[in-house]
């Protein structure tokens, strides 16, 4: 495995109130998954700047979402809204996320490991650039795209979502942004109710595919490579980022599509040969959803090894 591995420990230290599915076991169980793989590089993630995150948030969503931390009673919670909370250590937590984001492209666009995985959460492609949603404080994937092209003078970035559910907050970024193509694949209906086929953004830089309940995992792929494929190699962007959400897997509690371990490794070689032939190989890929632990783990690792080889 040739992958660099992005890690934030600072992930384990985000507790959240008892039920929710975004919770510290998670990060455990894909963490221990990606050990299990041979080879690849690991390294520690850092903390984002404020100037880095309001790239893509204002900053008065940067300092409520930080104040609300540090308001946060001594093993408690504060929420910000109905299924996102925070505690004193979710500002940690939060900035390393985004910070993994960050470092990866660092690393890519500075020509070592060429394919990186941010291993990091709470998620981020439902936060929008004033308001948290869905477990979300911060985009990573948004704020790392903008990093791509204001820090490198890069002209185009792409922003492939495999979640189940559509990323609002990232779709945001290619609205206002025509050097973002954006693509979700995605179930509807189903939370958070954005993502409709047919939308195509201001610039054409937009590309939503929906799928029932119960879609095949067959259906999935061959849409992605008829759809997705062509629009990205016609779009041609310079590096390519994805928000790996693994819960359109079939044992997943909060989806009802059915992907197979199998499927996640199939569609991450399909990516990075797309990103071998005009994106310089250069890949970065942050985990966002998939709340089934065992399921989530053994989807990570699938992807992380299709990222190593294209097919």
């Given at each position: ?45 850092r903390s ?174 061959q849409r ?82 299709g990222l190593?080889?294209?097919?």
């Amino acid at each position: 495995m040739s992958v660099l591995i992005v890690d934030s420990p600072a992930s384990a230290g985000h507790a959240v109130p008892p039920d929710n599915p975004e919770h510290p076991g998670r990060y455990a169980a894909v963490r221990r998954a990606l050990q299990q793989l041979s080879g690849g590089e690991w390294i520690e993630s850092r903390s984002a700047t404020r100037d880095e995150l309001e790239r893509f948030h204002t900053p008065g969503h940067v300092e409520r979402v930080l104040s609300a931390c540090a308001a946060a009673e001594e093993g408690g919670w504060h929420g910000l809204d109905w299924d996102t909370h925070v505690q004193q250590s979710s500002a940690a937590a939060g900035l390393h996320a985004a910070g993994a984001a960050l470092e990866a492209v660092d690393r890519v666009m500075a020509g070592g490991p060429r394919q990186a995985f941010c291993l990091a959460r709470p998620p981020g492609h439902h936060a929008e650039p004033d308001r948290v949603m869905g477990f979300c404080l911060f985009n990573s994937v948004a704020i790392a795209a903008l990093h791509a092209l204001e820090a490198y003078g890069l002209g185009r970035v792409a922003i492939i979502d495999i979640d189940v559910h559509h990323g609002n907050g990232s779709q945001c970024l290619a609205e206002r942004d025509e050097r973002v193509f954006f693509s979700s694949l995605h179930q509807a209906p189903l939370y958070p109710g954005t993502g409709r086929e047919g939308e195509t953004g201001l610039n054409g830089n937009v590309l939503n595919l929906t799928f029932a309940d119960n879609s095949s995992s067959a259906l999935w792929r061959q849409r992605f490579e008829a759809e997705v494929l062509p629009v990205l190699a016609r779009f041609r962007p310079e590096v390519i980022l994805v928000s790996a959400g693994f819960d359109a897997h079939e044992a997943d509690p909060l989806g009802g599509l059915n992907l197979t371990d199998a499927d996640y490794g199939w569609v991450a070689g399909k990516i990075r040969a797309s990103a071998d032939e005009f994106a310089h190989s250069r890949l970065v890929s942050v985990l966002e959803g998939g709340y089934d632990c065992p399921a989530l783990g053994r989807a990570a690792a699938a992807f992380v090894s299709g990222l190593s080889s294209a097919p």
